[in-house]
C-alpha cells in the first residue's frame, strides 16, 4: 500500500513517469526516508506484526537483498516512531530535521491503528555489515566503534546512553569490551524510557569472509561475537524483543550457543512472505499501478508483463515443503520496474531482455567454483528421499553446497504437484540463467567437448550436428539441476555467451518471443526449445508465431535465417536426449527437416 494521492510525483522528477505513479526508489531502506519523501512503500506491517507475536528472540534468515535492513527500519519506526536528532556530538545546536508526526508515520498501512496505541520502546539497530578488520583485534576495535556511534544517536536524539561523551567520541579510550558498552546503552534506555528492543542487522558478514580457514584460525573470531551477543541473553529480562538477521545460518550453532532462547524463523511457512513480494500485492497500489505504467510503455498487456516477470523474479519459498506463498525478490522487481518506467533503459530491455539485477550485483564466485568442483552434490531428489528427511540439512550446522545455496537464494523449495514430490530447484530464470551462465563461462574456458562443433554449426549453417554437440556441452553442467525448461534455455544462453556469441534471449516480435536468437558469421539461427514436451510442439509454436522475421526486418532482409526446434527430454534415471528440425525462417510454409538426434 502507499500514501493517498498527495504524495504522487512530479512528472518532471520522474524521468517520463506517469504523474499518478508514486517512485520506487529500490536503494532506499530507510522507512522514515520513504514516507518523508513519498516514495512508494508496500505495506508489510501485517507481516512483520505477526512475526513479533511469534516470541521475544527472534531470528530471520533471508538471501541478500531481500528488503531485511528496511524489515528493520520500519519495525523500528512501529516501536519508537521517527526520533529525529535534536543537537549534536559537541553540544552546539543543529537544525533539527523534519519529523515524521506520527499520524502519517503508518496512515494507510495495516499498523496505523494499532500505532496509535501500542507502548513506545527505545530501538538499538546494530548492522554488522560495517564491521571489518583482518584482525581479531581489527574486528573488536570496530565492534566497539559501531556500538558507541549507537550510543552517540541516542545522544543526539536527546537521552543519556549512559556512556561518558568523551568515549563516545573516542572508544579507543573506552577500556571495556563492546558488549560492556552495549550493556550499558540498553540499562540506561531502559530507565529513561522503557524496555529496549535490540535490532541485528548481516549478523553474519564479519564471519563469511573466514570461509574455508582452518578451525583454529577461525575460532578466536567466533569467540569474539559469542562474547559480544551473550549480554542479550544477560539483558533479556528488561529487553522488549530482540531480531537477529542474517544472510545464512552458517554461523548461527557457534554465535549462539550462548543465546539458547533464540527461536528460529526462517523455515516457517506462515511467515514466508515477511521478506519479498507476493503475487497479491502486485494485485494492488503501488505495485499494480506501476506496472501498469511499465506495461504500456512495453506497449505490452498487464498479462504479459506479468507472466514475464512472473518467471524471471518470483519462485522463492521459505518452508521445506514449498507450500508456503511464493514471492519475488523484491531487488530485482523494484530496480526492472524502476528500469521500465524510464524511456532510454526500458528500450534496452525491449531489445536486450529483462535484466539479472540481483544476480549481477553479487554472484557468489565461490559457489560457482564449487558448482565446478561437484556438481553432483547439488541435486534435486525428492524430499521423500531418507538423504533430504536429514534433519542436518536444515540445522543451523549445515555445511553442505546445496544446503548454502538454498539458505543464500540460490535454490528454493518447489512444492509437490502433477505427482511429483516437492524438491530443490532454482526459484526463477534470473538465477538459473546468471549461475548457468557464469557456469558456462568456467567451462568453455576449458574447452568442452561440443563447443567448436556448436560453433562450426552457427557459422556454416550446417545444422545436422547441432543436437550431438548441444548435448556434449550440456553434460557439463550438474544435471540434478536441470530440471526444467528454463535452466535448460539459462544453460544454452551461458554456452553461446561463453563461446563470445552474444545470444538475444526471448526477445519480443509481433506475434511473441522465441527462446534464442544467435547472429553468428552472417547466419541468424532462431530457437525454440522444449523440456519433455514434444519436438512438434517447438515446431508448431516456431510456425505458428512466425519467429524470426522481425530479426529479418531489423537485418533489413541481408541475412541466412534458419528456424531451429529443440526437444530436449531426461528420464527418471538421468538420461538426456536432444532432438531437433530445422527450417527457412523466409520459408514458412516449408517443410522442417530432421536433424540427427542423440542420446546418453
Avoid at 530507510?30 to 512508494?40: I, P, V
Avoid at 556530538?89 to 501500542?118: C, G, H, N, Y
Avoid at 541485528?200 to 567466533?222: C, I, K, N, Q
Avoid at 518471443?513 to 544467435?518: H, K, M, P, Q
Amino acid at each position: 500500500m502507499t500514501d493517498e494521492p498527495d504524495i504522487h510525483t512530479n512528472p518532471d522528477e520522474t524521468q517520463g513517469q506517469s504523474p499518478t505513479v508514486p517512485r520506487l526508489r529500490p536503494g532506499i531502506s530507510d522507512y522514515t526516508r520513504l514516507r518523508r519523501e513519498h516514495h512508494a512503500y508496500v505495506d508489510k506491517t501485517s507481516e512483520l506484526a505477526q512475526l513479533l507475536d511469534t516470541g521475544e528472540f527472534l531470528f530471520l534468515s533471508r538471501p541478500r537483498r531481500f528488503g531485511k535492513t528496511l524489515m528493520l527500519s520500519t519495525i523500528e519506526c512501529m516501536f519508537q516512531g521517527d526520533l529525529p536528532r535534536v543537537r549534536h556530538p559537541d553540544r552546539s545546536t543543529i537544525r533539527a530535521m523534519p519529523k515524521v508526526q506520527d499520524e502519517q508515520l503508518f496512515a494507510v498501512t495495516a499498523w496505523e491503528q494499532p500505532f496509535t496505541t501500542s507502548a513506545r520502546h527505545p530501538v538499538i539497530r546494530l548492522d554488522l555489515s560495517r564491521i571489518s578488520g583482518s584482525s581479531v583485534g581489527q574486528m573488536e576495535l570496530s565492534l566497539k566503534r559501531h556500538v558507541a556511534q549507537q550510543a552517540l544517536l541516542w545522544y543526539c536524539r536527546g537521552y543519556n546512553p549512559g556512556i561518558d561523551l568523551k568515549h563516545l567520541r573516542d572508544p579507543t579510550s573506552y577500556r571495556f569490551a563492546a558488549q560492556d558498552m552495549l550493556d550499558e546503552l540498553i540499562q540506561s534506555l531502559q530507565v529513561e524510557c522503557n524496555d529496549p528492543v535490540v535490532l541485528v542487522d548481516e549478523y553474519d558478514t564479519p564471519l563469511l569472509s573466514l570461509l574455508g580457514r582452518r578451525p583454529s584460525e577461525v575460532d578466536p573470531y567466533f569467540r569474539l561475537f559469542r562474547d559480544f551477543f551473550r549480554v542479550l541473553k544477560q539483558c533479556d529480562g528488561i529487553l522488549h524483543k530482540v531480531l537477529i538477521t542474517g544472510i545464512t545460518r552458517r554461523a548461527y550453532g557457534e554465535l549462539f550457543s550462548a543465546l539458547n532462547n533464540l527461536q528460529d524463523c526462517t523455515w516457517r511457512a506462515d511467515l514466508g512472505s515477511v521478506c519479498g513480494f507476493t503475487e497479491d500485492q502486485l494485485d494492488q497500489p503501488p505495485l499494480s499501478n506501476i506496472v501498469q505504467a511499465a506495461a504500456q510503455g512495453l506497449r505490452q498487456s498487464n498479462d504479459e508483463l506479468r507472466a514475464s516477470l512472473q518467471t524471471y523474479y518470483n519462485g522463492y519459498r521459505f518452508d521445506r515443503d514449498g507450500q508456503g506463498p511464493a514471492v519475488y525478490n523484491p531487488w530485482s522487481l523494484c530496480n526492472t520496474l524502476s528500469d521500465l518506467l524510464t524511456p532510454a533503459v526500458r528500450e534496452g530491455i525491449r531489445k536486450h531482455g529483462l535484466p539479472s539485477h540481483w544476480s549481477d550485483s553479487g554472484v557468489s564466485k565461490t559457489l560457482v567454483d564449487a558448482l565446478r568442483q561437484q556438481p553432483n552434490s547439488v541435486n534435486s531428489i525428492p524430499f521423500a528421499h531418507p538423504d533430504e528427511l536429514d534433519a542436518d540439512f536444515y540445522s543451523n550446522k549445515a555445511t553442505g553446497l546445496k544446503s548454502l545455496m538454498l539458505q543464500s537464494g540460490y535454490l528454493t523449495h518447489h512444492p509437490a504437484q502433477n505427482g511429483h514430490p516437492a524438491r530443490l530447484g532454482w526459484p526463477n530464470r534470473e538465477v538459473s540463467r546468471t549461475m548457468l551462465r557464469d557456469l558456462a563461462l568456467g567451462h568453455v574456458g576449458e574447452q568442452l567437448p561440443g563447443v567448436e562443433r556448436v560453433r562450426k554449426c552457427l557459422v556454416s549453417g550446417k545444422y545436422e550436428d547441432l543436437p550431438t554437440a548441444l548435448l556434449d556441452c550440456l553434460y557439463a553442467f550438474p544435471y540434478h539441476i536441470m530440471d526444467d525448461e528454463f535452466s535448460y534455455h539459462a544453460a544454452l544462453h551461458g554456452l553461446f555467451m561463453g563461446m563470445g556469441i552474444m545470444p538475444r534471449s526471448e526477445q519480443a516480435e509481433l506475434a511473441g518471443r522465441y527462446d534464442l536468437a544467435t547472429i553468428c558469421g552472417g547466419r541468424i539461427a532462431v530457437m525454440e526449445l522444449k523440456y519433455n514436451r514434444s519436438l512438434q510442439e517447438a515446431q508448431d509454436q516456431t510456425a505458428l508465431k512466425q519467429y524470426g522475421r522481425g530479426l529479418l526486418v531489423e537485418l533489413d532482409n541481408r541475412a541466412d535465417a534458419t528456424c531451429i526446434a529443440l526437444h530436449i527430454a531426461k528420464t527418471r534415471e538421468g538420461g538426456i536426449s536432444i532432438e531437433g528440425a530445422v527450417r527457412s525462417v523466409h520459408g514458412i510454409d516449408n517443410d522442417w527437416t530432421s536433424l540427427r538426434s542423440h542420446q546418453r
